[in-house]
């Protein structure tokens, strides 16, 4: 059965930095892409990442410079580098698998991960 464990959330004080992992059932990444959303407290649900097999990325407008997504597949893990947190970055972070990266949205998403917390506040 596909997994998606999300963990690494936590309080990080605005222009800290944290890594976020999502943990994936073996082979995931030999196929499609990863994305990662974020859910802010009454927001609806963002694209923030995605990651291809090949290694292709992309990303959304309000995160580029600043956060990074990479994946180990020997550890069957997505990762989301995040620097220069601000408070608007606070969300509920979520990996899914993805038909591909062509775009960053969830209308291609099969599976979601939980969730893991993300707080910026001092």
């Known amino acids: 059965q596909l997994q998606l464990v999300e963990s690494g959330g936590g309080l990080v004080q605005p222009g800290g930095s944290l890594r976020i992992s999502c943990a994936v059932s073996?082979?995931?990444?030999?196929?499609?892409?990863i994305g990662w959303f974020r859910q802010a407290p009454g927001k609806e649900r963002e694209g923030v990442s995605c990651i291809m097999r090949d290694g292709f990325t992309k990303y959304a407008d309000s995160v580029k410079g600043r956060f990074t997504i990479s994946k180990d597949n020997a550890k069957n893990t997505v990762y989301l580098q995040m620097n220069s947190l601000k408070p608007g970055d606070t969300a509920v972070y979520y990996c899914?698998?993805?038909?591909?990266?062509?775009?960053?949205?969830?209308?291609?998403?099969?599976?979601w991960g939980r969730g893991t917390l993300v707080t910026v506040s001092s």
């Open positions: 073996p082979f995931t990444l030999n196929y499609g892409a």
């Open positions: 899914a698998r993805k038909a591909s990266c062509e775009t960053i949205t969830s209308y291609d998403v099969n599976y």
